[in-house]
């Protein structure tokens, strides 16, 4: 079986892609000994999956994939964007930046935002690129309790439910990591090399 190594100290999305990745054997950062924080200074999603994915792979000579997330706020400009996980400052919590998120919008009629995650992918000496997005509206409170970080204020389009009110399948079905991931596997179940 191929080893992959997904760039994340984030168990549970490791399980997530072992469930659908089954002809790959998926290890996590932990499992080939990589403790150290990787340092995501890049200005956007791709350059930071790019950083994680590329890491891995001149350190430990290994195929590996990673990924990034980012909530774009139309009328901010595309904010909180690759910085949503320190908006509301380093070592922030979700609901600080949920607060810090709700006031920016106070008042601002223009609702509208969007997830969206990037993949980077190192194959074979080869580098490949994964988008997901979702797109929907930023709620003028929190609405449910499931999920995390901008979950409970963000309701995706065609839906009168916050991601934090969904069950876990529908949100994984049209969410914008779970948009990525899909191609990122369509891709590895057709790829022969
Ligand atoms: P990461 O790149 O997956 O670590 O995501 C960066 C940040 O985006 C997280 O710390 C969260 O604040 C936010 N985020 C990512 N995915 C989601 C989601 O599915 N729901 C809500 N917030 C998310």
């Known amino acids: 079986m191929k080893k992959l190594v997904f760039a994340t100290h984030n168990l549970h999305k490791l399980e997530e892609i ?3 990745l089954k002809n790959h054997e998926i290890v996590g950062l932990p499992e080939i000994g ?3 924080d990787i ?4 200005d956007n999603l791709q350059g930071n999956a790019k950083i994680k994915a590329d890491f891995v792979t001149n350190r430990f000579h290994l195929d590996c ?3 990034d997330t980012g909530l774009e706020v139309e009328a901010l400009d595309g904010a909180p964007g690759v910085y949503s996980a320190r908006y509301a400052g380093e070592g922030c919590s ?3 930046n949920v607060v810090k998120l709700l006031e920016a919008l106070d008042g601002v009629e223009n609702r509208k935002a969007r997830f969206r995650t990037v993949i980077a992918l190192n194959l074979n000496g080869e580098q490949y690129f994964f988008e997901g997005i979702v797109n929907g509206k930023i709620l003028t409170e929190e609405h449910g309790d499931g999920g995390f970080g ?3 204020i ?4 065609g839906f009168d439910e916050s991601f934090a009110e969904m069950n876990m399948e529908t949100k994984n079905r049209i969410s914008h990591r779970g948009r990525a991931t899909a191609k990122l596997v369509d891709f590895l179940n057709n790829y022969e090399k």
């Open 154 to 157: 963000f309701q995706p389009d």
């Open 65 to 67: 994939f990673a990924d």
């Open 39 to 42: 340092v995501e200074d890049a």
């Open 34 to 36: 990589c403790h150290e």
């Open 94 to 96: 979700y609901h600080d």
């Open 150 to 152: 901008y979950d409970p």
């Open 18 to 20: 072992r469930n659908i």
